[in-house]
């Protein structure tokens, strides 16, 4: 499968914020993004018209589920969108900067910074859309969310989260840590995953759970069996990675990541061979990437969200 590096010039832009991206989503047709300015925007590969829905609070990410559009804020609470992003439906409050959001099936969950994870019913109750002023930061006052089902809490900094029906897995500052779960809750007693690092962002991909370093650790992606949780393997990287995620194109899963001036497509069956598909982007720290079923690969970058059409083709499928 020989690599492609690609250029700024191959892409096409999409569309402009006002302020730094912080999201990208994949919705077919459409694509999704948020930003610290503040809204939700919206539209259609083609260059259909593009719509906005407006935030209360600053987004740090974006995740799309069956029934939702979850956007978790920078400082506060995650915002509850319908799909057809005409209004936010409500809050999944929980009490503490919670960057992360994630679903599993239609099981919905969210991660704080300092390390609790909660799920919620799927279908509510959610508390009231927040009518705060942008910025508003929360102090641990709980207002909303009395349907959580279950909470972790090692009052670390907490990176990334992914939730399978066994387990819980975990990237924090010092390490990558997984609970077993015990019937409907989480075992008390993580288990620390070697080798140790700070780890910024997980993701799951076939039969690996694959974590990306940030900072002053050597700079590496590193994964481990989902099933033994033995490691397996680590590859040396010339960047830090922000994003990793796990996306299905041609019928095939891929492992997605974003970082330092690059996003890059990965086969998960070779983690430590080159990139199939490498983005260069100078100048920006790219924050988040998303692969459509036909191949287009959607990386946002500073303030804008641009486009790579047909990344890959037949050939990488094949």
């Keep these: 499968m020989p690599p492609s590096e690609l250029t700024l010039a191959s892409s ?25 300015d503040h809204c939700v925007a919206s539209g259609t590969l083609d260059g259909g018209d593009v719509t906005r829905t407006s935030l209360v609070l600053r987004a740090a990410s974006v995740t799309v589920t069956p029934n939702y559009v979850l ?31 994630c679903c599993v099936g239609t099981r919905l969950f969210t991660a704080s910074y300092h390390g609790s994870i909660r799920e919620w019913p799927a279908e509510g109750p959610f508390g009231p859309p927040v009518a705060q002023q942008p910025g508003w930061r929360d102090h641990g006052v709980r207002s909303s969310g009395d349907g959580e089902l279950w909470q972790v809490d090692l009052k670390k900094s907490l990176n990334a989260f992914a939730v399978e029906p066994e387990c819980v897995w975990a990237a924090f500052h010092d390490g990558v840590r997984v609970w077993p779960l015990v019937g409907a809750t989480p075992g008390k007693r993580p288990v620390w995953l070697a080798p140790h690092g700070c780890f910024y962002t997980l993701a799951l991909v076939g039969e690996r759970v694959v974590a990306g370093t940030a900072g002053k650790t050597p700079r590496a992606l590193v994964w481990w069996n989902r099933r033994t949780r033995a490691h397996e393997g680590s590859t040396p990287l ?25 996003a890059w497509i990965r086969d998960p069956a070779g983690l430590d061979d080159a990139p199939v598909v490498t983005v260069r982007w100078p100048g920006h720290d790219l924050e988040d990437c ?23 083709d037949v050939r990488h499928a094949a």
Aim: charged fraction near 20%; glycine fraction near 10%.
């Design 12 to 36: 096409r832009l999409l569309y402009t914020h006002e302020e730094k991206v912080q999201g990208v989503a994949w919705m077919g047709p459409r694509w999704l993004s948020a930003g610290i």
């Design 71 to 101: 956007v978790p804020s920078t400082y506060g609470p995650v915002s509850v969108l319908d799909r057809a992003l005409r209004r936010v439906v409500g809050t999944l409050d929980h009490w503490d900067t919670c960057r992360h959001a």
């Design 238 to 262: 010339d960047h830090s990675v922000h994003r990793l995620r796990s996306a299905t194109a041609h019928e095939r899963a891929w492992l997605l990541g974003a970082g330092e001036e690059v």
């Design 290 to 312: 998303a692969l459509t079923p036909a191949g287009d690969l959607i990386v946002a970058g500073g303030n804008e969200v641009r486009v790579w059409t047909g990344v890959l």
